[in-house]
């Protein structure tokens, strides 16, 4: 009578006693299932609430409920008690319809998952800077890890680290040529996204995002409830500043979000565009994550002539550091005084700013770096480019977006689908239309009823993604809107680079 998943949750104790003679009941017809209410869960997790009378649940071990729902509204459970009540009840309105965190896996789980020691996988799917911070210090006598020898000299772990991160502010100012007073630092520009949108955002304000693009503007809006106005880029992924000067006047938004290089595309705003967008009644907010690798300056000075400009910026690109988690920022005098206030006081770990200093301590290193990935940039693009179902798209930045647009591969996934929609649309005669100048990732399906679908077949690019991940290559795809069946690929080293290469050379 129970399945054998009820019969193992019952031997390892995860079902009570209790919640076991009530699956009893159910299942005699005791109680009445049409009468519970199933919350969505994950794969994992079961919950049910009986109205007024029980709530259990049963997990296993590490699950966590990811989105849960209730069908009663919140003043209806107060008035029924605290019996009707369920954790979502507490819960913001605007976050209960946030879409669940979708986590990338760690690497070691990764490792485990492809069945490959961590140094054998090739991570290019994250924008990381495989280099990592400087190896050795020159000065030692025996060869400590840069890191560790910094980390090592710790005097007062214990004790919670500078609010204001004045050694690292000095050394960004030295490095930046801005005075340290206009420079806010955060655990990575993450946080500082996220710190300016609780600064500036009331519920319902309106924020300008320029996809495709970085999609955390995107999320830190929802999590402060603000409304996301769309303008997207044009074709070649430059801004469209006339579309942009519409959206300002007509939604008053607070601020938009700019990023240059932009992520995923590589492509950087030009100056003039820059300038019209300042002059809008708005707050420019310019990501620059990945200016090193563009050969532009940081517009950073800019702060002090404009008092609607903020300059982000990362240790995770230029000084492979994105675990240790340190972004920092150029604010106007105006604007920084009050994120002072909101941020929370210990937010760089002592661990974090001695690594960033000790960072720019090598110029050097860092700036060898940069030179070995812009080398391998132009290098990994003319290799893309030779590969017959990849276009990829010039970069200024570590990253080069792809468009995957024919191939074997490609081929045969592209009319397995074909074929389901055209089933799905009840058979018959059928007529394919491709759209997009003949890309073979945008078909229209229409049958002899004339009903019709679009189909935008991300499977080309899933495929080839899955296929190389197999081989222990990640890299990243996208499935959603304006980048369906686009790859973006990081640069790393060249070793990277040939173990690439050869993949996808099999898969041609
Ligand atoms: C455009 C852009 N901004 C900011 C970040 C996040 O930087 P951090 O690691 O400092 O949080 C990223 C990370 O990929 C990014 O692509």
Redesign the pocket.
Known sequence: MFDVYTTSLLSSGCLQFRNFILLIKIFMGVIDTSSLCSLKCNTNFHQFVVPDRFFFSFEGNKRRVIAMASSMPLDQQVNQGQQGLTGDSFIRQHLRKLSPYQPILPFEVLSIKLGRKPEDIIKID??ENPYGPPPEASNMQHHTPFLIQALGQLKFPYIYPDPESRRLRDALSKDSGLESNHILV????????DLIMRCVLDPGDKIVDCPP??T?YEFDAAVNGAHVIKVPRKSDFSLNVELIADAVEREKPKCIFL?SP??PDGSIINEQDLFKILEMPILVVL?E??IEFSGLESKMKWVKKHDNLIV??????RAGL?GL???YGAFPLSIIEYLWRAKQPYNVSVAAEVAACAALQNATYLENVKEMLIQERERLFKLLKEIPFLNPYPSYSNFILCEVTSGKNAKKLKNLVIEKVHQSLGGGEKSVFWGRSNSPLHVVIRNKYGLQKDVWDSNVGTGAVEDLAKMGVMIRHYDKKELKGYVRVSVGKPEHTNALMKCLKSLS
Do not use: P
Request: proline fraction near 0%; hydrophobic fraction near 40%; glycine fraction near 10%.
């Open positions: 994250a924008n955060g655990c990575g520009a993450d946080e500082l996204i693009t970085f955390m990023t932009n992520n990501d994550a990945y982000l910026r990362t240790f995770s690109k994105a988690r340190v972004g």
